[in-house]
Nanobody, 116 residues
Framework: QVRLVESGGGLAQTGESLRLSCVVSGITIRSIASMAWFRRAPGKEREWVATCTGSNTATYADSVKGRFTITRDNGKNTLDLKMSSLKPEDTAMYYC?????????WGQGTQVTVSS
């Protein structure tokens, strides 16, 4: 059974950086074609943040482009999200996601709070 566990969230001030990590178990990340990070801010819909393919080709939402970097570490079996120049509007619960047979698989999330 595939399981995703996020970590690395916390409290940051505007302009600071955080690095999120999503540990994948139950499957080798090399066999997953594409994985993504999403986020949900209080009172808002879930928002796509970034996607990384098996060849480490990355795409980003306009709101984070140039500030966030998504990467896959095949050795550690993780999907990482480096977040720089954080803004208060980046405050959200962050989730990693992978495709599953019955729909997307989600982790439990990690909270990121950015103070001004």
């Amino acid at each position: 059974q595939v399981r995703l566990v996020e970590s690395g969230g916390g409290l940051a001030q505007t302009g600071e950086s955080l690095r999120l990590s999503c540990v994948v178990s139950g499957i080798t990340i090399r066999s997953i074609a594409s994985m993504a990070w999403f986020r949900r801010a209080p009172g808002k819909e879930r928002e796509w943040v970034a996607t990384c393919t098996g060849s480490n080709t990355a795409t980003y939402a306009d709101s984070v482009k140039g500030r966030f970097t998504i990467t896959r570490d095949n050795g550690k079996n993780t999907l990482d999200l480096k977040m720089s120049s954080l803004k208060p509007e980046d405050t959200a619960m962050y989730y990693c996601s992978a495709p599953g047979g019955d729909g997307p698989i989600w982790g439990q999330g990690t909270q990121v709070t950015v103070s001004s």
